[in-house]
Every structure is written in C-alpha cells, then in structure tokens.
C-alpha cells in the first residue's frame, strides 16, 4: 500500500486530474468534495471518494485522524473572480475558512507537505507578466482569499514547521471542466455555447489577453513538490506562455468545433484586462517544460465536450448583493 493523501476538490476539474494522477504514482487517495462544483463520475475508480466540505472542520478532522495522510494536494475552492464580488461570504467562509481548517489538521496531525492551489488573481492589474518576485496585490474577493491562504501559510510554517508548496495556476482548461459554469472558465462557456447552436459572449471588445494552459500540463509538477525539500516554501507561477485575446480565443474554439464563430458583445465587466505570468521560476526548479499548443489542446478538449454534449448552464443559488451585477449573471 502507498502513502496516503488528501485531494481536496478532487471531484472538480483540476482536483480529479491531480488525484489521477497521485494513483498512477502508486498512492492510497482520498478525495474530499462536497459536490458544489465538481461532479461523482470525475473522481478516479480506485480513489476513496467522501463526499463533504471543507468547511466542516468535524470531518476534517476526523479524515486525518483515521488515514495519517503524509501529503495533502488542497485544491477545493469556488473560483469565479468576477461572481466573488457578489458573493463576498460565501467566497471567504469557503476559499479562506475551509482553508483554515484543513492547515489547522495539517499541523495537528503533521503532515509532510501541504501543496495549494493559489491563482495569479492575486496580483491584481497592471503587473504584467507577473512574476513571484512582485508583490501581490488583488482586486476581487476571491484574489484576496487565495492571498490571505498565502499568509497564513507562511505564518504556519514561522509557528509550527509546516511545510508548504504554493503553486498560481491561470486560465486552466481540459477535460472535466465544468462546461455548465456560466460565471467561470471562458473555453468551457463558449464551446456549451457553440454546442447549444448560441453566439459566444464576450465582455467587452475582446482585447482581454490571458495566456491558456491545458490542465495537462500543470498536474506533474503539482503533484511532485510535495515530495521536493527544495520547494518547500516556494511560489510557483504555472501555466502556458501563449497569451492571447479572448477574440482571437473564440475564432479558435469555433474553428476546433467545425462552425464559424458568432459572438454577441455584452457590457464590459470590472476585471483585469491583461493576465499572463512568467514561468522561468517553474522551469528552473522543474525544468525546462514544452506546453501544449492552444490549437492542440482546444481540439483535444472539442472531442471531449462533444461526447459529452451541451449542459443547461447553471446559475449560483445566492446571490448576497446585486448592485453591479452584469445583466446577462441575472
């Protein structure tokens, strides 16, 4: 039997590649979700599947006191940036608090590596390409909670020789994802959107740039710094080098899906407009990575949604302030 490990969110999009993933390597896996985002079929057959939140601090604890887990991959998170403005409680009752509990049974249970799943939302606008040498400064809810996770992760690791790995993934898209999101993931949005014969909806004019990775590309280092001394308590940018704007993006999703794209511009949002980050740092610790071409990983992504077929977009359940909330999020 393999060293055991927690995947939180493992039942979500990233969380269930990571989770694949540690079993390949051999590991005893136990998936923690609550099902709010992610879905039962995506959790690996051979994992341990519990379905509940990490905000219950009960289960939690209980989780490590009966498995003696010797990493823990925490990915569970709500991660929409624009909706975290509208939905401030729930975005740090879930991003931060849930947070709390699983480094507070880290610590109490002393568990080897603790690798979280950050975002470059937070370094906020006008830091381009980011780099881990700046000093972070987001401007959404869910930027703030991931930076506050950050903090105390340090904080821990002065107070009790917990060992951490951040790592800022952005604009992660593959297999799994969640195309049904209407707030979340771009690639997903407009290829449901393409499949249910609609126009793609752009904020804007479409001159955002992001840089777009397949989630192929950032599980294997995900996954091997918990076991990397080195990389204790370092911060990783991790993702593709191709930035490109969300217009070019739609001619692209269209063309992989075999239709001429169509898009409908809707009122610009309050949101970063350029996003893209250096990764020199990820390839001197792991070393030099070729990441798969946008083109490449649209197509193999096309292939999976079109199994899949199109989903009723879902809307989140509780709203907490809309005033400024976008038309087309009502």
Not at 101 to 122: P, Q
Not at 132 to 160: C, N, Q, T, W
Request: charged share 20%; glycine share 10%; proline share 4%.
């Amino acid at each position: 039997m393999g060293e055991s490990v927690l995947v939180t969110g493992a039942a979500g999009f990233i969380g269930a590649h990571i989770a694949s993933e540690c079993l390949r390597r051999g590991r005893e896996v136990v998936a923690l979700d609550d099902l709010s985002g992610g879905f039962r079929r995506n959790v690996p057959e051979g994992v341990r599947f519990v379905e509940g939140s990490v905000c219950d601090d009960a289960l939690v604890e209980r989780l490590f006191a009966e498995h003696s887990f010797r990493y823990v991959y925490h990915l569970a998170a709500y991660a929409a940036e624009g909706l975290s403005h509208f939905i401030r409680r729930f975005n740090y009752e879930n991003n931060l608090g849930g947070s709390v509990n699983i480094i507070n049974a880290c610590v109490r249970h002393e568990v080897e590596c603790l690798v979280f799943t950050s975002s470059i939302a937070v370094y906020g606008r006008n830091q381009v390409p980011m780099t881990e040498a700046l000093v972070p400064h987001p401007e959404d809810p869910y930027g703030i909670s991931k930076y506050a996770v950050e903090l105390d992760l340090r904080a821990a690791k002065d107070m009790f020789g917990l060992n951490s790995v951040v790592f800022r993934p952005h604009n992660v898209y593959g297999e799994l994802q969640n195309i049904a999101d209407r707030y979340r993931n771009v690639i997903g949005i407009f290829m449901n959107q393409v499949l249910s014969g609609q126009a793609m909806s752009i904020f804007g004019d479409g001159l955002q740039t992001r840089a777009f990775t397949h989630v192929s590309d950032i599980v294997g280092p995900i996954v091997e710094a918990a076991t990397r001394p080195d990389c204790f308590g370092e911060v990783f940018n991790i993702g593709g080098d191709d930035v490109r704007t969300v217009l070019d993006l739609a001619t692209r999703v269209a063309a992989c899906l075999g239709v001429d794209a169509r898009v409908v511009h809707l009122p610009a949002r309050n949101e970063v407009v350029h996003a893209f980050a250096d990764h020199a740092k990820l390839g001197k610790y792991f070393g030099a990575r070729a990441f798969m071409p946008l083109d490449e990983g649209l197509r193999r992504m096309a292939e999976w949604v079109k199994t899949e077929g199109p989903r009723r977009p879902v809307s989140f359940g509780n709203i907490e302030v809309r005033r400024n909330l976008p038309a087309s999020w009502v």
